[in-house]
């Protein structure tokens, strides 16, 4: 039983102070943005055109879907905008709904896609609800479950630019 508590206590004490600090150095923009308004555009998958809430600074990438209580509309969605194609992972977390995720690159290629991808249950539960692309991309496009099957959405898609 004492060999437990050496490790448990120690691990209890870094956690919190991890937690702390991870409160204290978060951006302000970030969390104080519980009105943020993002951008508007527009973008064409397939055949059909829709509108995109834009993420483009890293504020706006850290916030995107968190702490909203309204799902997006199936005619819209969050296109999250990175300076040069990478692996960008998804953390769900403080988000309230599933969400289908599209990664393109900067041709406008899909290169990953996931349905119907899980949020995560409490900030531990960091396995079950990142998700990451395997092949480089620009843009991540973040919907509400189902968009994919709606917009008849598949691996040869392509997204193109309208308005940004």
């Known amino acids: 039983m004492i060999s437990k508590l050496v490790v448990l206590i120690p691990t209890i004490i870094a956690a919190s102070i991890l937690g702390a600090l991870g409160i204290t150095f978060f951006p302000s923009e970030t969390k104080n ?3 943020t308004e993002f951008p508007i555009g527009k973008i064409r998958i397939g055949q059909d055109i829709i509108k995109v809430e834009i993420a483009k600074s890293e504020a706006q990438r850290q916030r995107w879907l968190m ?13 999250l ?10 953390w769900l977390l403080n988000i309230d709904f599933n969400l289908d995720l599209l990664w393109f690159d ?3 290629n899909m290169v990953y896609t996931v349905k119907d991808a899980q949020t995560c249950k409490n900030a531990l539960d960091t396995v079950n609800c990142t998700y990451k692309n395997t092949i480089p991309a620009k ?6 479950s189902g968009f994919i099957t709606k917009h008849n959405i598949d691996k040869d898609s392509k997204m193109s630019i309208i308005s940004m």
């Open 106 to 108: 900067p041709m406008g």
């Open 67 to 79: 702490f909203r209580g309204e799902k997006l509309p199936m005619n819209s969605a969050m296109i």
């Open 33 to 35: 943005s519980h009105t």
């Open 81 to 90: 905008i990175y300076d040069r194609p990478d692996l960008y992972a998804m």
């Open 139 to 144: 843009y991540v496009i973040a919907a509400t």
